[in-house]
């Protein structure tokens, strides 16, 4: 079985968990889907993941945006019907999990650090996910305990209230575009949104605009994104995360 892994953890940190993960299970096969989350944005962690997860026929997918470690935040692991997640319980991989079917949810026992050696405050990744992940491979549970329930996440909690439409910034590529978690049939018919008193056209594809021009469009996500053809919306309106509140044309 493959296994991704998506953190926040930028350089040096995934080595050390595939080190760890390679020496209990040689024969895993890893894929990095992203080192570059920002930090402790454990939305942002959540949407990236649910928008790749189900690209994997069948994988353990380790999320780590992990701003609780060493604290009383639990670590699971959560089988569904054709995947497992292995995550901090905050919430980060529910909605791909709940989407494929949750079978049954694990806490691991923080005494499978006794695998690797050591149990820090601020790396659990080494010390816990990256040896749970080892032992799922091999089909031992013996680390983990059956719960009843886990922390929840709603990546779509967006609103609408006349012509106004308000959600969050999902994730910032880096191209500048901004992706927001207002999905496309939210926004049907409208003609453009109005940002910090910039409008922006709603459109097929960047190439309906000239460049350097503002841009709206619906993206690989499935959601609406803010552009600026071949340049930086984020740079241009300075935005990287958060509330966002769209004027909507029709």
Known sequence: MLVTLLTDFGDFYPGVMKGVILSL????????????????????????????YRFFKSAVHVAIVDPGVGGRRRAIVVETKH???????????????????????????????????????????RDIFAPATALLLKGDFCYFREIDEMKSLDLFDFSIAGNVISGKV??????????????ASAVKGAKGFILSGLE??????YEDV???EPLALIGSFGTLELSLREG???ELLKIRKGDIELEVLR
Do not use: W
């Open 25 to 52: 299970a040689p024969d895993a096969k890893i894929v990095d889907i992203t080192h570059s989350v920002e930090p402790q944005n454990v939305f942002q962690g959540a949407f990236l993941l649910y928008h790749c």
């Open 83 to 125: 995947h497992f997640f292995v995550a901090p319980d905050n919430g980060i991989v529910y909605p791909s999990a709940k989407e494929d079917g949750i079978v049954r949810i694990f806490e691991i026992d923080e005494k499978i650090s006794k695998i690797v050696g050591e149990l820090s405050a601020t790396f659990h990744g």
């Open 170 to 183: 999902a994730f910032v590529d880096r191209f500048g575009n901004i992706v927001t978690n207002i999905p």
């Open 200 to 205: 922006f056209p709603m459109v097929r594809c």
């Open 210 to 212: 000239k460049v350097g």
């Open 232 to 234: 930086s919306a984020s």
